[in-house]
């Protein structure tokens, strides 16, 4: 990832990292600095820095007996400084394994600049420790391979994506308020007390507004690595707080945003990976749901969902006849290709389980045996023309299993859904690569509706995505008949099953966004006042989008956990293990807010976890 | 400040920007987007964006009264997009202050791309509008050339700091969390409720204690454009989120973070100013007060104090004897040059009435007559020697004017500072230039004390900058038996009399670290548990530095105001007066925090600001 013109050693007194030194060094006098991984026997130590790892040759004569004893006493993870004369390893002892294997420094002189003196545990890549030891000590897990690997990479994607923005294409980096107002429906973000009674900022969840805002100002084209914050509670693979590459442009159409980003990742794609061939592809939100049982499919492989209803609607099996005689009732089946050979009856059995827990959802299998013959209890009353007819239309093969579930469209779709993944799941537990960790298979899902019935009341409209996303143009007649019928202009970006990112074009229309805002969503505009009065002045027709880094980072390096790409996590309980925040804040340093805010008489203020005043 | 190689029009449907076309471009079909300028009779309008303005023809036949109707119809400030083809002015009517002057579009086609309504001040940057109207309708202001140009300034600069620090010196940039501990005596951190009942984060003032993790964790050089928090009401020009340029090193000493800092500036400095030529000047704290009276001198002009304490010892003056009876008494002056011709009587007052509010300090002045002799109430008890002593000493020449005070040495350097400064002011009002706003005088200041005396407990110490700043290996000693004599090392960096940065070498020895926290601040350590840890386990010799991002781009477009180079500022107040934040938050919305808060009996919790639930 380093460019040829960087230089690890200016300011400093080394005269080169510890995975710097070559053959083409040997003569060289040479300063390092690092850690002490290893000593043996006197004879020789390891240093180690972010760059690699030296071998020090410790000379065995008298004269450098001060030296020997200085680095056999001082403790693995030492810091030491040393100097020395490049030799080439003798005859035999080069280590291919290693890139500075070829040498070793002849020492001259060494300074332990600082003593380890405490270690939890081993800094040694294969040393097993417990994630939550892991950040207690964060600062020592920081000194693995892979964690400096991750941060580096992550530090060279996102220059590279600067300079793509930037320099390539005319984007100014805008930095945008954290400390902001109350967004309505904002019950994920967490609130800032000030010191006016009773008023309180807010984190943003993004700065959607601001970068609208910055439109309307003419900035033209901004983005933004922004901070974000999301107030949720416990989540696994959530963090309270994340960054995302927010790009917000002026006079553009979803087209437009499209190959921007799609250039964007090519761009900063790291080197060492295969390039990006863009454009990506691109599905519809239907043919996502009706194919993958899911908005963000990871098309890495196959076993799509078909649609067998008709098959079925010719067929005698009766359970499946009830339940095609429910209104909009649709039969449809994955394939799992060799799945009699890797899938055992307990396997099928589990899935079926997980289908009526997660989502009350009855599924058959069928297997397809290597005669020919299918395995299912309803398969004797089908013809051999059906038979064939089913193989066709599902693709199956001698030693494939089809589960097939009926239901209403999008509950059918989304429990095979999630069993396709569970499947993949199982296979490659027996060793089928599915997945496979180094395809990139990214995809744009598009045509997304633009409301959604509120889950607690079916009868009212939430935005899909949020309340700013403009309508598809075709759509618009039914804003005002059908809004369920309208298509919103936005689009997520996919990458191997996990969306990465999204956005939309907005609406730049205020009497458009009223209506969306007190007709549709039946939201209080007087929150968005200034939005409204900003689109009124001049708006420019605008879209953007956000790409979450911590997730894009984790999925390149293949992270098990974006925890693993940040350096300064927080654990899935949102604390952080190292420093113990969140943490309890004494009486004494609330006193000065609860004295202010007490010469209010009429209202009772008090924080959140402080005493009242005359207990304190 | 825009790369050749920035293409403005990717990704658009326009083909150039509106300050882009010249002669070149006669006879091409072009396509801009831009806000209505300006509308002359039907004949012309004027098209602008973020690049410039373009002068648009409308033809005057038949066939294109559509367009005129369409564009003379259209509000001023609304968004047009507009199509042609580029031709030459006709002769003489080229505009050359008009970059794009010598050409015009003739129209053959527009869109009106949304209608302007509402503006409540017009956008030309001679419109007077308060500022609180300005930061009412920001949105507005961020077209203005002023905000367009310092924003994207300040983009472009940290784009290029970012290019020397990642790609040339191979620094890593690595986020930090701004939902953290609170640190200790972080009295100025804005605390943010959990969900954890009586639990808070802290927005952190920096990143102090990550960046000395991230050196324990082997990172070896870190950057971050890092936003920081500090709550402490209301102050001019102070903002309660502010960014940093945050900068740690590993096994780097302190000219090795200077000559770094140095060629940041130099590499990033905004190609249309005079370029920077390091290595800047440096100076000791004990200098800097000595000569200017203040830890940020402004080196542009002289005016510098001088000590006269032997001269008044000799002379007879009796109230200066007196003064100088009490110990560590001194008696110091700075020579207005000129100041008989541009100061009168009345400003001389003022200047006294000043010290004495403000510093309550008595001030004299002198006047230097042209004849050669002094105009002072003392100055007949001097000899002509001693008179041509006292000039000798002050540089002080005919028409000048001393002011003189007499005091324990660093208050009457900080009188005299703060009255130099002032002069300048005077002087400047008539018409003296003193402080060129076209020059930049860099300076280092060093050797700062590493404690003060606490302002309301003289007897106990507190850091002078921070607990982690390391002593000056000389001084080392003191910190044992005298810790006030101890040097830190700690550099400033000032720009024309504003500290636009900060930083030290830390301490990397936990046992010393415990004692400065310990024994020499009396601070409670459990807070810092994890970081005294780091430092046992390896930790590299390590430093870093500050830069206030905000203040120094301020400094460089000559804005008054910090707010003028920020998208979104805060009034000082605290407030944005866009949104309105900070807001109520409605009882409504406070509840679920509420009800959560109540499960746990033995605490009562409230939120501050929220009456208690059971009057809701």
Not at 15 to 39: A, I, K, M
Not at 100 to 119: F, P, R
Not at 580 to 590: G, M, R
Request: aromatic letters at 8%.
């Amino acid at each position: 990832m380093n460019r040829g013109t960087t230089d690890f050693n200016s300011f400093v007194s080394r005269t080169h990292t510890c995975g710097e030194l070559r053959s083409t060094h040997v003569g060289q006098e040479v300063t390092l600095c690092g850690w002490l991984q290893y000593e043996r026997q006197g004879l020789f130590v390891v240093l180690r820095d972010f760059h690699g790892l030296t071998q020090i040759v410790i000379p065995q004569d008298e004269s450098s007996s001060y030296l020997k004893k200085l680095l056999t006493a001082a403790p693995l993870e030492s810091v030491v400084q040393v100097s020395g004369t490049v030799i080439a390893r003798p005859e035999g002892q080069a280590n291919s394994k290693m890139p500075t294997g070829d040498i070793e420094v002849q020492l001259t002189g060494a300074e332990i600049l600082n003593s380890c003196k405490k270690l939890p545990f081993e800094i040694k890549d294969f040393a097993k420790k417990t994630e939550s030891l892991r950040m207690q000590y964060r600062y020592l897990d920081l000194r693995s391979q892979q964690l400096q690997h991750n941060l580096r990479l992550r530090s060279q994607m996102v220059m590279r994506m600067r300079e793509y923005l930037c320099n390539l294409h005319g984007f100014v980096d805008v930095e945008t308020p954290t400390l902001f107002k109350r967004t309505p429906g904002g019950a994920k973000e967490f609130l800032v007390p000030t010191r006016e009674p009773g008023k309180f900022y807010s984190l943003p969840q993004s700065p959607q507004q601001f970068k609208q805002l910055l439109m309307v100002g003419g900035l033209d084209r901004y983005f933004q690595v922004a901070r974000c914050y999301r107030d949720e509670g416990s989540r696994p693979n959530r963090q309270p707080e994340f960054t995302q590459v927010d790009i917000e442009m002026s006079f553009v159409d979803q087209a437009g945003i499209q190959r921007l980003i799609e250039g964007l990742l090519q761009y900063s794609w790291p080197e060492e990976k295969e390039a990006l061939t863009p454009p990506f592809p691109s599905m519809t939100y239907a043919e996502a749901m009706a194919t993958y049982g899911t908005d963000k499919p990871d098309t890495r492989f196959g076993m799509k969902i078909v649609d067998i209803t008709d098959f079925f609607r010719m067929s005698e099996a009766e359970f499946m006849q009830r339940a095609l005689k429910q209104p909009d009732s649709t039969v449809k089946a994955i394939c799992i290709s060799e799945g009699a050979k890797y899938l055992k009856g307990k396997d099928l059995e589990t899935l079926g389980q997980l289908a009526k827990s997660e989502c009350n959802q009855d599924v058959s299998w069928l297997i397809l045996r290597p005669d020919g013959s299918w395995k299912a209890r309803l398969a004797k009353l089908w013809t051999e023309e059906q038979k064939a007819q089913l193989s066709q239309l599902t693709g199956a093969k001698a030693g494939d299993v089809l589960l097939v579930a009926a239901g209403e469209h999008e509950a059918t779709c989304s429990v095979l859904g999630k069993l396709r993944l569970e499947c993949a799941t199982f296979l490659e537990s027996r060793g089928i690569v599915l997945r496979d960790p180094s395809l990139f298979h990214f995809l744009w899902v598009v045509d997304f509706p633009l409301f959604l019935p509120k889950e607690d009341q079916t009868d009212w409209l939430e935005s899909a995505h949020h309340p700013f996303t403009a309508p598809h143009p075709s759509d618009c007649v039914f804003l005002y008949s059908d809004p369920r019928k309208v298509r919103g202009q936005h689009y997520d970006l996919v990458l191997n099953g996990s969306e990465i990112g999204g956005g939309s074009i907005r609406i730049h229309n205020s009497e458009l966004q009223r209506h969306v805002l007190e007709n549709i969503l039946k939201e209080d505009v007087s929150l968005l006042t200034h939005l409204l009065e900003a689109l009124e002045s001049g708006a420019p027709p605008h879209g953007g989008i956000a790409l979450g880094l911590d997730r894009l980072v984790s999925l390149i390096v293949g992270a098990s956990s974006i925890r693993d790409v940040i350096a300064f996590p927080k654990s899935f309980r949102g604390r952080d293990l190292m420093s113990n925040a969140p943490d309890i804040v004494s009486a004494e340093d609330l006193k000065p807010q609860l004295e202010r805010a007490q010469n209010k008489s009429d209202e009772l203020i008090i924080w959140r976890g402080a005493r009242t005043a005359s207990s304190d």
